[in-house]
């Protein structure tokens, strides 16, 4: 029998309203550039930018209702997100079958260290340092897609120490759900425990230690996270 040379780490996972059980986070898998207003806001053209992705780590989910401001930064961004688990997969999923696949869904952060992004940017490299940062998704609880029908609109907002940063509505994204999911799916074998950001309104902007978010989407309730 095999064993580990030392004790494996935990493994990342969101919990489940109204459940017991919890969601075990396999991949997390987030799209650029998905609401035009955004893609704008960022300096780019959304007519001719097809869909692209990175990811964060898995063990970035972050459920403690807490962000620690990361080191190596002064310019840490909130983007507010609807965030899609998946309790199936596949590869070459068509748009039509993509919905099936759909486990439920949450209200998420994606944190950035938008000073290092754009250093990166500047010099053609990968956006890990300021993507895949410790705590950096701060997530609410799914909700199971049986109790809130499949969702491509509603109202996505954030408001930072009592006023409004972000506020969108879901059917402005440029890729809905269905359509991320089976574009993903001809780049990788998506599975059981995939989760995806889609994307983030206009608005972002700074936040400090101290600052406290609340965002939330129509159907979802709110996340509240301090920063300290």
């Not at 949450?106 to 250093?119: K, N």
């Not at 940017?121 to 897609?145: D, F, I, Q, Y």
């Not at 574009?183 to 998506?190: D, G, P, R």
Request: charged share 20%; hydrophobic share 35%; proline share 6%.
């Amino acid at each position: 029998m095999s064993e580990f040379c030392f004790a494996p780490a935990p493994q990342p996972m969101i919990s489940i309203s109204g459940s017991t059980h919890f969601f075990p986070v396999r991949r997390i898998y987030c799209i650029g550039r998905n609401y035009a207003d955004h893609a704008v806001e960022m300096g780019h053209d959304p007519k001719t930018s097809p869909p692209f992705f990175f990811q964060k780590n898995p063990n970035n989910i972050n459920e403690t209702g807490n962000f620690d401001y990361p080191a190596h930064s002064h310019d840490v961004h909130h983007e507010i997100e609807l965030i899609v688990a998946l309790h199936s997969g596949g590869s070459n999923i068509s748009v039509a079958d993509a919905h099936q696949h759909i486990f439920g869904y949450s209200v998420g952060l994606d944190m950035t260290r938008r000073d290092l992004q754009a250093e990166m940017k500047r010099l053609g490299r990968p956006w890990e340092v300021s993507k895949a940062v410790e705590g950096s998704a701060p997530t609410g609880p799914l909700h199971l897609v049986e109790d809130t029908g499949f969702i491509d609109s509603g109202k996505i907002e954030i408001a930072v120490n009592g006023q409004k940063k972000q506020e969108s509505n879901l059917e402005m994204m440029i890729w809905n759900v269905s359509e991320q999911i089976a574009t993903l799916s001809e780049y990788y074998e998506l599975s059981a425990g995939d989760i995806i950001m889609t994307g983030t309104p206009s608005g972002v902007g700074p936040v400090q230690k101290g600052d406290v978010m609340i965002g939330s989407i129509e159907g979802l309730g709110e996340l509240k996270v301090s920063v300290s």
